[in-house]
């Protein structure tokens, strides 16, 4: 077995629009620097994903100097939209959890409500005391996290992507692999591992960096999605139910949370620690 890689490093500006692959980012305590510090919500403050609207999978933002974000999507003009003045927050409710978040100007919630046929707007996490607490059942105290679906980090392994479209391609709907990555929106892709390795991972190293091993990461609907088309199917949630389940979730990669700060590039050697 070679020695582990960092493959791939990925960011998503915008929680649930398009991921930007980047050739390296900053590391910091709650995330990769420009992921996931922007989200969408709904008129009444909860957050909106590729769950309800598969279609902000054909949505990008591209990060601006200063920590704005450029909006594209299919059928709509470009939107240039400035980290808005933190003069005021709203409440927003991300699954079981609230946290406060400032809200972008009239414009952007327009252009999003436009591409998404519903009321939304776009709020932007501005300052660290608004991040939100890692879950405490799996957290050290002070860990904190963005609008990522619950941990600052998600890894996976393409040795692991491979075995399961072995299991998909051995199924009844053979027809929807192989699948690429990009279904699961990690940031950090390793290669060179066995497959389901990261089962057994508790610290490692990328690069300079060093990361706590949270806990697996329970799969939803969004797998489902053709991050390119926005097209939904039954995999790879069906084999993940049959062959990758656990206390009664679907799981595929690993949540990770940094203990320092620093920068991954591709290419870093991985080196499992425990």
């Not at 769950?51 to 470009?78: K, Q, Y």
């Not at 660290?128 to 619950?150: C, I, N, Q």
């Not at 391609?169 to 060179?192: C, K």
Request: charge should be neutral; aromatic fraction near 6%.
């Amino acid at each position: 077995m070679s020695t582990p890689v960092l493959r791939s490093v990925h960011v998503h500006p915008v929680k649930a629009m398009r991921a930007l692959s980047r050739t390296e980012a900053e590391v910091q305590p709650w995330g990769l620097a420009h992921d996931r510090r922007w989200t969408v919500v709904d008129a009444g403050g909860k957050i909106v994903t590729q769950r309800r609207h598969p279609r902000m999978a054909l949505a990008t933002a591209e990060p601006l100097p200063g920590g704005g974000v450029a909006l594209s999507a299919p059928g709509h003009p470009t939107l240039e939209v400035e980290v808005p003045t933190p003069t005021t927050t709203i409440t927003v409710e991300i699954f079981d959890g609230f946290v406060e978040a400032v809200p972008a100007g009239t414009e952007a919630a327009a252009w999003l409500s436009a591409y998404l046929e519903q009321d939304v707007r776009l709020v932007h996490m501005d300052a660290p005391e608004h991040r939100r607490p890692v879950d405490p059942a799996y957290a050290l105290p002070g860990e904190t996290v963005s609008f990522a679906d619950g941990y600052p980090l998600l890894a996976t392994t393409t040795a692991s992507l491979d075995a399961l479209n072995s299991l998909i391609a051995r199924g009844d709907r053979a027809h929807e692999g192989p699948l690429p990555m990009n279904r699961f929106r990690p940031n950090l892709v390793i290669e060179g591992t066995d497959p389901w390795a990261e089962d057994d991972w508790t610290r490692l190293t990328v690069g300079e960096v060093t990361f706590r091993v949270a806990r697996p990461c329970g799969r939803c609907v969004v797998t489902t999605t053709n991050q390119l088309t926005a097209e939904r199917g039954k995999e790879p949630l069906r084999s993940l139910a049959l062959h990758r389940k656990r206390d009664g979730r679907t799981i595929f990669g690993q949540n990770l949370v940094p203990e320092h700060r620093g920068t991954v590039r591709v290419g870093d050697p991985v080196k499992i620690l425990d």
